[in-house]
């Protein structure tokens, strides 16, 4: 599970590819600040785009959601990464993956944390790629513009970060 800060006077853009030889499942939660459920979606894939199966952020069969940016109130995206057995059917959650944090260069209002899942007992992380996008409203782009920090933190000096495991300015990681 990863919990991404979901900051007033931004939108989401989220989608994602499973490359796995089973089939693959992200559960994306919309959440506020205290980890109470607004709203969610799944998204399945088996060696193809996921596509949302349920949930709602968007239609079944969409294989992107934007999430609206709240001008208001602080948020939070849950992410659990799963992937179905194929003996019993049953989802399990994959416990081990890559975040990468890339802000743009050209626009450094936009941030992409990029998942990639280890599935199947093998080395590779490429079980699963999943992208959120988040992007600031033109008034905060206006104003991260002309200054040095980002939308999402203080995180300038680097375009982007790998990790694996928690971190107190980007995703983190249960």
């Not at 991404?4 to 030889?21: E, V």
């Not at 600040?33 to 952020?57: V, Y």
């Not at 940016?69 to 990464?81: G, P």
Request: aromatic share 8%.
């Amino acid at each position: 599970m990863s919990i991404i800060k979901f900051l007033k006077g931004h939108t989401a853009y989220i989608f994602g590819s499973a490359t796995a030889g089973r089939m693959q499942q992200v559960v994306v939660k919309v959440q506020n600040t205290g980890g109470s459920d607004l709203n969610e979606c799944s998204f399945q894939g088996l060696n193809s785009p996921m596509a949302i199966t349920s949930g709602g952020l968007g239609f079944v069969n969409q294989q992107a959601v934007v999430v609206p940016a709240d001008n208001k109130k602080n948020r939070r995206l849950e992410l659990i990464f799963s992937a179905y057995d194929p003996a019993t059917g049953d989802a399990e959650e994959i416990e081990e993956f890559k975040t990468q944090e890339q802000i743009s260069t050209v626009a450094p209002w936009v941030t992409s944390y990029i998942y990639r899942t280890k599935d199947e007992g093998d080395n590779d992380y490429d079980g699963t790629t999943f992208v959120v996008t988040l992007i600031a409203d033109s008034d905060i782009a206006s104003s991260t513009s002309s200054s040095t920090s980002s939308p999402i933190g203080s995180r300038r000096g680097s375009r982007s970060r790998s990790s694996r495991g928690p971190s107190s300015t980007g995703p983190s990681t249960t």
